[in-house]
Structures are given as structure tokens and as C-alpha cells.
């Protein structure tokens, strides 16, 4: 039933990285704002979670992303003082590339190149490194002699559930509804609003955007649905021997072979006693349902022995845990953002495709710019 109490100008449904940042921005109008998530973000179900994030600016995925991976950071400083939090953390970050084969990273060929040349373009501050560099600077990697890496100075790692929290926090303090525990079942046109069914209750919203992540395919035709992968990922905290000291590092990439799953990345130790360490796959598991969130001992075994054992020093083999997240991906790699189809108003994003959460702040405030009908300047609009 439509009443003015249940009436919003903007509605978020989905408040993960993008999400809660668009709410946040949204919510700096004063126009009347309400958000929705099927958990209580941040939360350990989408694609936002496990303690760190990698940031980096010379995003070799595509030049168009350099400006959104900048200005997140330039917001995320912003948000930190707001909220009196510390999440961003610019370690710097080391790419590095065994040098044996060309390799790929989501969907970008020749990814090093192309970062080295994004760097020098958009002049960020970075540094050349040879494997000799990379053994003097930092002997836990086993980088072998035929490879070559690239520094970033302004790479390093966010704390995704902090950021989120923060943006949650500011959203209600400018008093932004958020709804929790509350999964939006429809979306349909009413009398020239959008009508928004959930488990708990109805809405109308003057305009939406939907930022599900891999949820999106619930809100899309049957003809869309198989354009969006949902990719399991498993993270995983690795004991540091005694004698080994990771507190230093910068965060890093590796590729060493031709298959994207050639690859591993990870962080600094934040505890003096582990680091984490993830590869990528890209298995469809269909929907974010289906996914396993247990992670058993044989793929702890498979990722040591096949990813991590002669690439870095200094670990002792034990795990002191694992976790699950997902990627949605599309074909190319790319952002997708579109319009609401039919008579409905608004906007949908998805499909980060696994490098989304450097550009989210920045992705979020132009997504409400557009919502707000505020001049918009965003390459990955299709």
C-alpha cells in the first residue's frame, strides 16, 4: 500500500562495497533514502569480506579504471577521518611476473606491460624492479631469474569490513534508512514508481539501483542470467616460520604461467604470525547459493604444493585458516552498469569480475551522481 512513510526519492538494494558507498553518497542530498541487504553488512557471504583488499593504481585490467581506483582512495581518506577509522593502509605493492611466458590477468593481455605503461601515462609514482632488485629488497620471494617486477608506492590494502561499516555508519548518521536480514523478492513498475517486494514488506522508490553482486541474477531474464559466472574463491592464512619476518611487506601479485589461474596474491602479516595468500579460479558454481563455504585439508594441500611451496619463503605449511568468497564475472572481464529495463527507473551493476573493490568508493559516488542526475563521466557504461 502506498503511503508517504513507505515512499523513497532513492532505494539501494545490496550494500557491499558499491552498495554501501552509493547509499553514502546518496544520503549526502538530504533526499530520502533507504537501503537493503539480504544479510547485515558487512557480512562473510558476498565478495567484501576476509580482512584485506589489494588497492593499486596503474590497474592493468584497463586505463579507463585508473581514475576510479584514484579517486577511491581520495574518498576512502576522506571517509576515514568522518568516521575516526582506520581502514586504507598504502604499504605499496609489488607485481611480479616469472618472466617464462606471457600471462593474462582478467581478460587483459600482457597485464604487466600494460601496467607499466597505465603508471608512466597517469604519472604514478613506481619503480622498475629486476629479479635482483626483488631478492635484495625482499628475500621471501623466490622470484626466479628470469622474471622481473613492477612497485607501485601508492598500492597496498583496505580493510573491506571497516570501509563498509564506515559507510554504513555515515549513511544513517545522515539519516538513511537501512533495512537488515531483508532479501527484495521484486521489482516492479507502480504507478509510476518502482515497487519493491521483499520477505519483510513493500516500498516505492522515485529510483533504485540494484548492487546485489552475484545476486543480480535474480533480478534478470533467463536470456541474461548465463552472461554472469559466480566463481568461488578460497582465501587462505598461512603460519610464518619464527625466523621469517612479513610485517614489511608490501602487498603482491604473481604470475607465473600461462592459465589465469596461474597466479597467486597476498598481504603483509598483520599479525607477526600468518600471512594471507589466495589464487583465483574461474569454476561456475551458477548462483551464490550453491556455493561451499567449507574449505577441506586436500585443497589447503593442493594450493601449498601447486601455488605457494618454492615461491615463498619464510612459511611453515600450516594453515591457521581458510575462507570462502566469490567473484561474479563476465566474458570480458569488465564492469557491466546498465539501466532498469521496462518502465522501472533507475540503475543495476554488477560483475567486478574479481578487481572491483579498488574502484568501488569511486564507483558508488558516480552511480548516485547518475541517479541524482548529476553530470556523470564513466567510460564502462554499456
Same mark, same amino acid.
Given at each position: 500500500m502506498q503511503?508517504?512513510s513507505?515512499i523513497? +526519492?532513492f532505494a539501494? %538494494?545490496?550494500?557491499?562495497?558499491? &552498495? /554501501?558507498?552509493?547509499?553514502?553518497?546518496?544520503?549526502? *542530498?538530504? #533526499? =530520502?533514502?533507504?537501503g537493503?541487504?539480504?544479510?547485515?553488512p558487512?557480512?562473510?557471504?558476498?565478495?567484501?569480506h576476509?580482512?584485506t583488499?589489494?588497492?593499486?593504481?596503474?590497474?592493468g585490467?584497463g586505463?579507463?579504471y585508473v581514475?576510479?581506483?584514484?579517486?577511491?582512495q581520495?574518498?576512502?581518506?576522506?571517509?576515514e577521518?568522518e568516521?575516526?577509522?582506520?581502514?586504507f593502509?598504502?604499504?605499496?605493492g609489488i607485481?611480479? +611476473?616469472?618472466g617464462? %611466458?606471457?600471462?593474462?590477468k582478467? &581478460? /587483459?593481455?600482457?597485464?604487466m606491460?600494460?601496467t607499466v *605503461?597505465? #603508471? =608512466?601515462?597517469?604519472?604514478?609514482?613506481?619503480r622498475?624492479f629486476?629479479q635482483?632488485?626483488?631478492?635484495?629488497?625482499?628475500?621471501?620471494f623466490?622470484?626466479?631469474?628470469?622474471?622481473?617486477a613492477?612497485?607501485e608506492?601508492?598500492?597496498?590494502?583496505?580493510?573491506?569490513?571497516?570501509c563498509?561499516?564506515?559507510f554504513?555508519?555515515?549513511?544513517?548518521?545522515n539519516?538513511?534508512?537501512?533495512?537488515?536480514?531483508e532479501?527484495?523478492?521484486?521489482?516492479?513498475?507502480?504507478?509510476?514508481?518502482?515497487l519493491?517486494?521483499s520477505n519483510?514488506?513493500?516500498?516505492?522508490?522515485?529510483?533504485?539501483?540494484?548492487?546485489a553482486?552475484?545476486?543480480?541474477k535474480?533480478?534478470?531474464?533467463?536470456?541474461?542470467?548465463s552472461?554472469?559466472?559466480?566463481?568461488?574463491?578460497?582465501?587462505?592464512?598461512?603460519?610464518?616460520e619464527p625466523?621469517?619476518?612479513?610485517?614489511?611487506?608490501?602487498?603482491f601479485?604473481w604470475?607465473f604461467?600461462?592459465?589465469?589461474?596461474d597466479f597467486i596474491?597476498?598481504?603483509?602479516?598483520?599479525?607477526?604470525?600468518?600471512?594471507?595468500?589466495a589464487?583465483?579460479s574461474?569454476?561456475?558454481v551458477v548462483h551464490?547459493d550453491?556455493i561451499?563455504?567449507?574449505v577441506s585439508?586436500?585443497?589447503?594441500?593442493?594450493?601449498?604444493?601447486?601455488?605457494?611451496?618454492?615461491r615463498?619463503?619464510?612459511?611453515?605449511?600450516?594453515?591457521?585458516?581458510?575462507?570462502v568468497?566469490?567473484?561474479?564475472?563476465?566474458?570480458?572481464?569488465?564492469?557491466?552498469?546498465?539501466?532498469?529495463?521496462?518502465s522501472?527507473?533507475g540503475?543495476w551493476v554488477?560483475?567486478?569480475?574479481?578487481?572491483?573493490?579498488k574502484?568501488?568508493?569511486?564507483?558508488?559516488?558516480q552511480l548516485?551522481?547518475?541517479?541524482m542526475?548529476?553530470?556523470?563521466t564513466?567510460?564502462?557504461?554499456?
Amino acid at each position: 500500500m502506498q503511503s508517504q512513510s513507505n515512499i523513497y +526519492d532513492f532505494a539501494v %538494494v545490496g550494500l557491499g562495497a558499491v &552498495g /554501501s558507498s552509493a547509499l553514502y553518497h546518496l544520503s549526502l *542530498s538530504g #533526499a =530520502k533514502v533507504l537501503g537493503l541487504d539480504r544479510f547485515d553488512p558487512p557480512h562473510t557471504m558476498g565478495s567484501s569480506h576476509g580482512e584485506t583488499r589489494i588497492t593499486r593504481l596503474a590497474v592493468g585490467e584497463g586505463e579507463d579504471y585508473v581514475d576510479l581506483a584514484k579517486r577511491s582512495q581520495r574518498i576512502w581518506r576522506n571517509i576515514e577521518k568522518e568516521s575516526d577509522s582506520s581502514f586504507f593502509f598504502p604499504c605499496g605493492g609489488i607485481l611480479m +611476473d616469472s618472466g617464462k %611466458v606471457p600471462w593474462d590477468k582478467h &581478460g /587483459s593481455q600482457g597485464f604487466m606491460e600494460r601496467t607499466v *605503461s597505465f #603508471a =608512466k601515462k597517469a604519472n604514478i609514482s613506481h619503480r622498475k624492479f629486476t629479479q635482483a632488485d626483488v631478492q635484495e629488497s625482499y628475500p621471501n620471494f623466490n622470484l626466479e631469474e628470469s622474471g622481473k617486477a613492477y612497485f607501485e608506492n601508492q598500492a597496498g590494502y583496505v580493510f573491506p569490513e571497516k570501509c563498509i561499516k564506515s559507510f554504513l555508519d555515515l549513511s544513517k548518521a545522515n539519516l538513511a534508512e537501512i533495512n537488515t536480514h531483508e532479501a527484495v523478492l521484486s521489482i516492479s513498475e507502480s504507478k509510476g514508481l518502482n515497487l519493491i517486494k521483499s520477505n519483510k514488506g513493500e516500498y516505492f522508490a522515485k529510483k533504485v539501483l540494484i548492487s546485489a553482486g552475484g545476486w543480480i541474477k535474480d533480478f534478470l531474464p533467463d536470456s541474461r542470467k548465463s552472461d554472469f559466472k559466480i566463481c568461488r574463491q578460497i582465501l587462505h592464512w598461512i603460519e610464518v616460520e619464527p625466523d621469517f619476518s612479513w610485517e614489511t611487506y608490501p602487498v603482491f601479485m604473481w604470475g607465473f604461467g600461462p592459465k589465469a589461474e596461474d597466479f597467486i596474491y597476498g598481504f603483509p602479516s598483520l599479525d607477526g604470525k600468518s600471512i594471507k595468500v589466495a589464487t583465483e579460479s574461474f569454476v561456475d558454481v551458477v548462483h551464490p547459493d550453491k556455493i561451499n563455504r567449507e574449505v577441506s585439508p586436500e585443497e589447503q594441500r593442493e594450493f601449498w604444493e601447486g601455488k605457494v611451496l618454492g615461491r615463498l619463503r619464510g612459511l611453515t605449511g600450516k594453515f591457521s585458516k581458510s575462507e570462502v568468497c566469490f567473484y561474479t564475472v563476465t566474458n570480458d572481464s569488465r564492469f557491466v552498469i546498465q539501466d532498469l529495463p521496462d518502465s522501472l527507473n533507475g540503475l543495476w551493476v554488477s560483475a567486478c569480475s574479481g578487481h572491483g573493490f579498488k574502484h568501488s568508493a569511486a564507483l558508488g559516488e558516480q552511480l548516485a551522481e547518475k541517479l541524482m542526475e548529476v553530470p556523470l563521466t564513466l567510460a564502462e557504461i554499456r
